[in-house]
């Protein structure tokens, strides 16, 4: 085997590989300050405020950890920060898609609720005919799949693309 095992070469392949596993801890903290819409503001019994969001603490707080996991903090340098939020708010907006306010009272309405809409390419008023482009905001962006239902997975998908153009080159 010869040279190939030693420990020391690896690591520098790696090093030079630009592949790696460097994840980092994004916050709640964090996303709220930067990504505040994503928070309203509730009165407490005794009349003082609080911040709050929008969707259940539990499945925000899901969504965060799986950003801090997902973006990998050492590929986006400086970006780090702002691309965990641009996933958070993404996943955070199509839970809320799927959430109208409304209890649904059959699988059909729960289903709808869920459902992916384009942009209005055709709306005829007799008759009342709505169709939808879903590729209009997609060809771009085609392999990134669900990022392209909401803007902020769109602007992940473009800065990921950025972020990936870098050479690589392994010994």
Aim: hydrophobic share 40%; proline share 2%; aromatic share 12%.
């Amino acid at each position: 085997m010869g040279r190939w095992g030693l420990d020391q070469f690896f690591g520098v392949v790696a090093a030079a590989s630009n592949v790696g596993h460097g994840g980092g801890t994004y916050t709640l903290e964090m996303f709220q300050a930067d990504f505040p819409q994503f928070f309203h503001t509730v009165k407490g019994e005794n009349g003082s405020t609080a911040t709050a969001p929008f969707l259940p603490l539990s499945v925000l707080e899901g969504v965060i950890r799986m950003a801090g996991s997902a973006i990998q903090r050492d590929k986006w340098l400086d970006g780090w920060r702002y691309a965990c939020g641009l996933y958070a708010a993404h996943y955070a907006t199509m839970y809320l898609m799927t959430n109208s306010g409304q209890t649904p009272e059959n699988a059909a309405q729960l289903a709808a609720q869920g459902s992916t809409s384009g942009m209005v390419k055709r709306a005829t008023l007799g008759d009342s005919t709505v169709e939808y482009d879903t590729g209009a905001t997609s060809g771009a962006l085609a392999d990134w799949s669900g990022f392209n239902a909401t803007t902020y997975g769109q602007q992940l998908a473009t800065q990921a693309r950025i972020v990936g153009m870098g050479g690589m080159g392994v010994i």
